[in-house]
């Protein structure tokens, strides 16, 4: 048997996740810290917000579930009125350079039946980049 050769950590050097506070976004925030644990990935957190009032509340919930564990950036993009959150999170892909995005299935839409955002279903379906969506 060989060695592990840990190619997966050049696919994953640089990662952006967007989170609303949803458990689904918690699990992805999950997720990333064991690939940051794991490959040394750099992790991006964005939370893209129409008043970002709950910001504080949120970079609290945040730490309470990396508790240490690792280093992270922490990014908040104001909505203006003529965007969406999709169109946020695809515009700080462009802008630099993420080797991927991991985000829950659904966010903190009122509709419990829906098994997919229609968030992460644009994000998915427009970025230039690996999307990994967790539920």
Not at 53 to 66: A, C, F, P, S, Y
Not at 106 to 114: K, L
Request: glycine share 6%.
């Amino acid at each position: 048997m060989s060695s592990p050769t840990y190619t997966v950590s050049l696919w994953f050097r640089r990662i952006l996740v967007p989170i609303d506070g949803s458990e689904n976004s918690m699990r992805a925030l999950e997720l990333a810290t064991d690939f940051s644990l794991r490959y040394g990935s750099r992790l991006t957190l964005l939370h893209v917000c129409y008043d970002c009032n709950e910001v504080e509340h949120l970079r609290k919930k945040v730490d309470e579930r990396v508790a240490g564990k690792i280093e992270y950036d922490f990014r908040t993009v104001k909505l203006g009125n003529d965007s969406s959150v999709a169109n946020e999170i695809l515009n700080i892909i462009n802008q630099d350079t993420y080797d991927a995005v991991i985000m829950g299935a659904r966010g903190t839409s009122v509709n419990s039946d829906i098994n997919i955002g229609s968030t992460v279903l644009s994000v998915a379906a427009n970025a230039s980049i690996t999307v990994i969506i967790v539920r």
